[in-house]
């Protein structure tokens, strides 16, 4: 991953972060804004023009790409760079929580 993504995604907002994690199976706009309802008990709802702008982004820097269109909605899904981002954040929440606990890191 190259210092400009590495500067743009970390540490990504909880939006981008579950709008990347559920790209993880190829999804729609609003079929990842009823997941990450779903996921979050309500707590977080992604409008759609956070939505929208943060696949075109993420689709512009190349962490999700075009998978088909089905009945007029375009589905995205996660590329090998997204994955890298996406597990990169994950180890950074990760170590956040443990040094919450007072665990050291390994």
Not at 14 to 32: K, N, R, V
């Amino acid at each position: 991953m190259d210092t400009r993504i590495r500067r743009i995604y970390s540490p990504m907002t909880e939006s981008g972060f579950y709008i990347l994690f559920c790209l993880q199976t190829p999804q729609h706009g609003y079929g990842i804004s009823q997941k990450v309802k779903q996921m979050t008990g309500g707590e977080l709802v992604i409008g759609a023009g956070t939505m929208y702008g943060t696949l075109s982004k993420m689709e512009q820097d190349g962490l999700i790409a075009f998978e088909r269109e089905e009945e007029k909605r375009k589905l995205y899904r996660i590329t090998a760079l997204g994955q890298e981002v996406l597990e990169t954040e994950c180890r950074r929440i990760e170590r956040l929580y443990k040094n919450s606990k007072g665990e050291t890191v390994k």
